[in-house]
């Protein structure tokens, strides 16, 4: 028999190289699937956290909710809604430089006029714990839109302080003014 040349890298001419496995494609295709496969466990978990946390699908609340839009009007029905006028507050505001005032007009928002009625009784209770929150506060306390939304959130809870067991739902501010 007749011996096969060699090449000079040792390898003899009749054989067939081995190709090499994977390679960088390869490679870059492991770590890509392996990279898909992580995503979609992390991206799955976070999913199931939010659903038992009630941030999507409902959850837990979506009891809530329904007991929410059973108490709403439907379509052929309109919820009645009263106003009781406050008078016109006018009281200065905790200032260090110089005196500045804060001039206010409010509505309270009720569910139905026999609350309104049960209320006026109630009135001087209510301009007092008015008039003694509003003359703590600050100019400062005012700022924006979101200082205007924690008074109207603090005037409502001392307001259903003052009348239970009547329930008032808003105050509404009809003219605010800090001089």
Request: charged content about 30%.
């Amino acid at each position: 028999m007749a011996k096969k040349a060699k090449k000079p890298d040792g390898e003899e001419e009749g054989e067939a190289k081995p190709a090499k496995k994977g390679g960088i494609l390869g490679l870059l295709k492991n770590r890509i699937v392996i990279g898909v496969v992580g995503l979609a466990l992390v991206g799955g978990g976070g999913a199931f956290a939010a659903m038992k946390m009630g941030m999507i699908g409902g959850g837990e609340h979506k009891d809530e909710a329904a007991a929410e839009h059973a108490d709403a009007p439907t379509a052929g029905e309109k919820k009645t809604v009263a106003f009781v006028d406050l008078p016109e507050m006018m009281v200065n505001l905790d200032s260090k430089d110089r005196p500045q005032y804060l001039k206010v007009k409010i509505a309270l928002e009720v569910g139905e006029e026999k609350v309104s009625a049960d209320i006026q009784p109630m009135m001087p209770r209510v301009l007092d714990t008015f008039q003694t929150y509003m003359r703590q506060l600050r100019p400062s306390d005012l700022e924006g839109s979101a200082g205007l939304f924690r008074l109207k959130e603090e005037l409502t809870r001392r307001v259903n302080v003052a009348v239970y067991p009547a329930k008032v739902d808003a105050v509404l501010f009809k003219e605010i003014v800090v001089q």
